[in-house]
T-cell receptor, first 116, second 113 residues
Framework: AQKITQTQPGMFVQEKEAVTLDCTYD???????LFWYKQPSSGEMIFLIY??????QNATEGRYSLNFQKARKSANLVISASQLGDSAMYFC?????????????FGSGTRLLVRP | DVKVTQSSRYLVKRTGEKVFLECVQD?????MFWYRQDPGLGLRLIYFSYDVKMKEKGDIPEGYSVSREKKERFSLILESASTNQTSMYLCASSADREREKLFFGSGTQLSVL
């Protein structure tokens, strides 16, 4: 079974609008972490945001917020006020096993295209 | 500015060749990783290292080996390249104090003919 599922292979959004990228995960661990990374056409993966499983508040970093719904096992990324530079691949990832774990498991990604 | 540098952006090799992919980080990070990225599959962990001379298998280590003789350098070795190893290879590093944040290199697109 897939550990991280991103059901949207590609999405469009109009510039200045908000967009939600979906991510669901599967784990039996109590302690885990959820991440979003951005990969522009240059290829370099850029860390965007992190949510720990015990964090009660949704994580936010500037225009990025993570909509964490633990019971539903979802960790959607919300980008507010989209910009043309937001066009990229976006990957959801999970770290199982608590803070001592090194391994990240990645989803298959969502390609976002921002229209002017 | 933090940096993870991969030695080649594009590489073309022949089946059976020994291939070295080099990765250097300048952030004094303890942990280093090699992933491969294939369309529709996301990133899959090949090997990682949490200290010099230490290595751990990831999810898909078959056909690969690694070397970490110095803290800043982590090499991925394909002993005998095969066509199914054609892929984008991404190196990453992280610090123990902030393990959730991985810093990635720009990747090496390897084609095995």
């Amino acid at each position: 079974a897939q550990k991280i599922t991103q059901t949207q292979p590609g999405m469009f959004v109009q510039e200045k609008e908000a967009v939600t990228l979906d991510c669901t995960y599967d784990t039996s661990d109590q302690s885990y972490g959820l991440f979003w990374y951005k990969q522009p056409s240059s290829g370099e993966m850029i860390f965007l945001i992190y949510q720990g499983s015990y964090d009660e508040q949704n994580a936010t970093e500037g225009r990025y917020s993570l909509n964490f719904q633990k019971a539903r096992k979802s960790a959607n990324l919300v980008i507010s006020a989209s910009q043309l530079g937001d066009s990229a691949m976006y990957f959801c990832a999970m770290r199982e096993g608590g803070d001592s774990s090194y391994k990240l498991i990645f989803g298959s990604g969502t390609r976002l295209l921002v229209r002017p | 500015d933090v940096k993870v540098t991969q030695s080649s952006r594009y590489l073309v090799k022949r089946t059976g060749e020994k291939v070295f992919l080099e990765c250097v980080q300048d952030m004094d990070h303890e942990n280093m990783f090699w992933y491969r990225q294939d369309p529709g599959l996301g990133l899959r962990l090949i090997y990682f290292s949490y200290d010099v001379k230490m290595k751990e298998k990831g999810d898909i280590p078959e056909g690969y080996s690694v070397s970490r003789e110095k803290k800043e350098r982590f090499s991925l070795i394909l002993e005998s390249a095969s066509t199914n190893q054609t892929s984008m290879y991404l190196c990453a590093s992280s610090a123990d104090r902030e393990r959730e944040k991985l810093f990635f290199g720009s990747g090496t697109q390897l084609s095995v003919l």
